[in-house]
């Protein structure tokens, strides 16, 4: 085999596939990349088993061929040679050359044999969205899925399609996170679970384009986006999703408006006196016009009034500050408005149109 | 004590303070900030008892009076506050306010009875240097300090003033470092060894002006730098320096002139073939017009050209390409010199007036 790219195709190509590249393995051959010029296309493949990601990279073939090459040491050499033209050429045991001005490195590969390719998946189920509103929209979620595999579910995200409508759900036990975007043209109902794992990654490749669009697939255990030139396959999660509906209440007995701003700002300084690990929770006192966050800790105590719109009663209620900062910077408004019932119901903040919804449960607090 | 500031000078003054506070201590004192408003100026002060800092602050003293005050904690907030004024108040207790605008902080301070002040300094001998020049001239010896303290003496960099000049040097058991830069105007020889740490945190406060001069006063035991409104004042390493000049011939066997960004940039490229811990060297291999730089790791093997001017003998040497890498680095010429003898007598990299001095151990290879 032997190809020719220009540095930046091939830098881009190998950092896309690089996504699907397990940190920690037992099987050598999932560390690897997959170069595929056995036609007159030029293909980079990795796959984990759970996420594949396979890419058309632009160069020239000029013997045809395949080989599974190391993606960490390939990823590095390619990074730290000068920016000019490179040549891979691989001979019949694999030993892959890769050249570049008068630099030249030498390793070994292996056939690609046992390569695992993406899986095939049937095109028949679909919708599609900008790169930029998928990327935003996991984003504005995925900080809300658990972290640990204890329950499988909430380690992914909900994506269900139905009334020509994208909505996607995170939760993890403390709170939810709802966004949604309107789709155009027809589209099935569709509702599948989407490993978290598989969102982050692919956050990272989509560009921050409005006019660029991605095609997703579903299949009864698969996902497929399609953008580009690449195309990102994952394993669905297993199970059936919470009924995240019946938990969101639509009645309220306080509603705030409050400035996000200057909400965010003075929770995120309420954070300083909270040592790593403690679970010491903001108090918020809210009567007519006005918002009061405290907080006392072995640190010290601070206090901070903000100005605010309220309809109904006074309340006094305590949250983990965390979660309040999580929903409130991915908020793009600029006056968010809350929904309260008492001290040991969630908090919603959601927008008129419910675009977007964010539950967040109470924790119980020591009044002083 | 009440005091208002701006957050600007605030901050700035907290951060140059900030130096000397030590990571770890089981002395609580140590970890706090003076803030002394006793007089009618602002100063704050911190002192690990090697190192000491002490800078005036502009704001306005409302009631004198002085504290001291957490430096973790109290910078943490300062930073997060909104940029406007913020007033510091103690009461009797020391019980601490930090307000500003709708923000309030309540932190416990200490009287700062038991603080230690630094210590009192003659001012006899000294020279002065510019900021920028001073930074400089850390920054490219630095790095061959040894960062173990088997050796207390190798931990620190020589400062010697003899003849209108300051040299710097700086020895780890692998490498030699030397800088020198000429004095303005009468100065005292000298010769003290100064700890890394301190040059570390000095050179984080020094300014990148080459109009803005630090005056710097020397005792049998102490150094002292002045500039701006900022004074630090470290202890010495006792003990007599190292025999530099002994170390370093004159004589050579071959004389090598080699672009810097190319040799640089091939040195960097074969350490992607050097796994972490492994003591891999890199092979230089000089002939007439060339430099060939090689290396075969189990990863992989690489070599790389470049032109060269060469006068003298051929010659094959292995370096440890990182200690090669970091006297590069902080060298701007366009072309260095190479000075060899043999396999087995250290590499000298210097410029013709000999301003720098980089002196490198080879280490052993298989040839092959």
New interface residues.
């Given amino acids: 085999m032997k190809i020719v790219f220009n540095k930046s195709n091939l830098i881009k190509s190998v950092n896309i596939v690089l996504k699907a590249i397990p940190s920690r393995t037992t099987m050598p051959i999932l560390e690897c990349i997959l170069i595929d010029a056995t036609t007159n296309i030029i293909e980079f493949t990795a796959n984990d088993m759970e996420l594949g990601i396979k890419t058309q990279v632009e160069g020239e073939i000029i013997e045809k061929g395949k080989i599974a090459i190391d993606a960490k040491?390939f990823s590095?050499?390619v990074r730290?040679?000068?920016d000019n033209e490179i040549t891979i050429e691989s001979d019949s045991n694999f030993v892959t050359t890769i050249t570049c001005e008068?630099?030249?490195?030498?390793?070994?590969a292996k056939s690609g044999e046992d390569f695992s390719y993406l899986p095939y998946i049937e095109k028949e189920k679909s919708i599609s969205v900008s790169q930029f509103a998928l990327k935003e929209i996991i984003r504005q979620t995925i900080f809300s899925i658990a972290d640990n595999e204890n329950n499988k579910i909430m380690t992914g995200e909900l994506f269900e399609i139905s009334d020509g409508e994208l909505k996607v759900v995170a939760l993890d036990g403390h709170r939810i996170s709802i966004r949604k975007i309107e789709l155009k043209g027809f589209s099935d109902d569709i509702k599948v679970i989407v490993p978290g794992k598989t969102l982050n990654e692919i956050s990272r490749i989509l560009s921050d384009d409005n006019e660029n669009f991605v095609n997703i697939f579903f299949t009864n255990n698969h996902i497929l986006f399609e953008f580009d030139n690449t195309t990102v396959v994952s394993r669905l999660i297993e199970g059936e999703y919470f009924k995240v509906n019946q938990m969101i209440s639509n009645t309220y007995e306080t509603k705030v408006t409050i400035n996000k701003r200057e909400f965010l700002?003075?929770i995120?300084?309420s954070t300083?006196?909270i040592k790593e690990g403690d679970k010491k929770p903001i108090i918020i006192n809210i009567v007519d016009g006005s918002l009061e966050l405290k907080i006392n800790s072995a640190?010290?105590?601070?206090?901070?009034?903000?100005d605010i719109d309220k309809e109904g009663k006074d309340i006094m209620i305590g949250f983990n500050p965390r979660f309040l900062i999580d929903a409130l910077r991915v908020i793009d408004d600029e006056n968010v408005t809350l929904y309260l019932v008492n001290s040991k119901f969630p908090c919603i903040i959601k927008d008129e149109n419910e675009k977007y919804i964010y539950l967040i449960l109470p924790v119980n607090f020591v009044a002083g």
Avoid: Q, T, Y
């Fill in positions: 040491i590095e050499i730290k040679l000068p008068k630099a030249k490195f030498s390793i070994s700002n003075s995120d300084r300083l006196l640190l010290g105590s601070m206090n901070e009034d903000i």
